[in-house]
């Protein structure tokens, strides 16, 4: 019990010390993932070894990509990866988490788990969704938001026939 305690501590103080990481030049981010039991060996090796790679690319220096999980099925986990490195650089973080998202879609691991899709993963979330799938959200979208006015046109583009 006191283990529970103490992550959960520590993980509801997590903004706290990424904001005092990010005023000493680190920044800090984080994305989460679903994979089976037997592909997170691979899935976890591609992350780890090809960000820290990058990692030096883009900074000069040495970073850090840590792993664990949020949730444990009989399938398999829900991982989330904690990505800290040198300097206060977006451009730095979207390439990072584009080669992540890329490694994810082409390894067996989906885009995203308990959070969000959205404008972030919304290019990746169309390489794992069948036509069908985008097609019914269309639909669904059409039906409960004719006005387009939640979130228009994150996943789906509008459909031109929606009622105005």
């Known amino acids: 019990m006191l283990f529970c305690l103490t992550q959960k501590g520590n993980f509801l103080e997590a903004p706290y010390y990424r904001d005092e990481l990010m005023l000493r030049g680190v920044s800090v981010e984080t994305f989460e993932t679903c994979t089976t039991w037997s592909n997170f060996p691979n899935l976890y090796n591609k992350i780890t070894q090809e960000l820290n790679e990058a990692i030096i690319q883009l900074t000069g220096s040495p970073g850090i990509v840590t792993c664990r999980f949020t949730h444990v099925y009989p ?90």
């Open 75 to 164: 399938d398999g986990p829900a991982p989330y990866f904690t990505v800290g490195f040198k300097g206060l650089n977006d451009d730095h973080w979207n390439t990072l988490k584009k080669i992540a998202s890329d490694i994810l879609v082409a390894n067996g691991g989906t885009i995203t788990h308990h959070h969000a899709v959205g404008r972030d993963h919304a290019s990746h979330f169309r390489q794992q969704s069948d036509a069908m799938y985008i097609d019914l959200l269309e639909h669904i979208k059409n039906k409960l938001d004719p006005y387009w006015v939640l979130n228009p046109e994150v996943l789906i583009k509008q459909n031109l026939q929606a009622k105005y």
